[in-house]
């Protein structure tokens, strides 16, 4: 049996926690993406900040006419491309320098099922995920922050197994089932109208009373 492993921290916390500016910039998209922490807002920039660095040390190799440097600048952009952050021909490593932080938040899962339509907020998308609702190519992920591979984005479906796949589940028609929530009312039937009684038509008229009786 080896030494146990104690993995590191996949993430760096800012330098200075009290950055106003910061903060607002970090809660907007936060919302924007319906993550659950700034963890994971972090986790997405280590990732980028991960690319960045490799593409700044290969070129300072590539210039120096290093052939394995060109082989893993070669590797890096191809799995670049692979995830869909950059176009599949033609990307260089200055095109990884130009990435930010909202070119990989836009490749997790749960932001992919949002812009599908599988969701109609990202929230309910991270929802939708967590439960177990959500499959790609039939496996069923349970990982929002899950970096979708370009290949894998046109087979992100409901999981059959789950309840939402049904078209006429009530949480994919919310107008079908507030109709059937609440009835249409019925029509009023119209009251009899009420027989106005003249007070006068059951008294005689005086032409009556006065006119002689004719035997």
């Given amino acids: 049996m080896g030494d146990p492993k104690f993995?590191?921290?996949?993430?760096?916390?800012?330098?200075?926690?009290?950055?106003?500016?910061?903060?607002?910039a970090e809660t907007e998209i936060c919302k924007q993406y319906g993550l659950k922490s700034k963890t994971e807002l972090w986790k997405a920039q280590a990732y980028l900040r991960n690319l960045r660095t490799q593409s700044k040390n290969l070129q300072a190799r590539v210039r120096l006419d290093d052939a394995q440097a060109q082989l893993e600048a070669d590797l890096l952009l191809a799995k670049c491309a692979r995830l869909g952050i950059l176009p599949a021909d033609g990307s260089t490593l200055d095109d990884v320098l130009g990435l930010n932080q909202e070119s990989i938040l836009g490749r997790r899962l749960q932001t992919v099922v949002y812009m599908k339509g599988l969701a109609t907020t990202a929230k309910q998308a991270r929802q939708f995920i967590v439960h177990g609702h959500i499959s790609i190519n039939g496996r069923k992920v349970t990982v929002p922050g899950y970096m979708v591979r370009r290949n894998e984005e046109d087979f992100i479906t409901y999981n059959p197994q789950s309840p939402i796949a049904d078209e006429m589940h009530p949480i994919r028609n919310p107008q079908t089932s507030e109709n059937e929530a609440a009835p249409e009312p019925k029509p009023e039937e119209p009251k009899p109208a009420e027989e106005s009684v003249d007070a006068d038509a059951s008294a005689p008229s005086e032409d009556v009373i006065d006119k002689p009786v004719e035997e």
């Fill in 7 to 24: 993995p590191r921290r996949a993430y760096d916390t800012p330098s200075h926690p009290w950055r106003g500016e910061r903060i607002k």
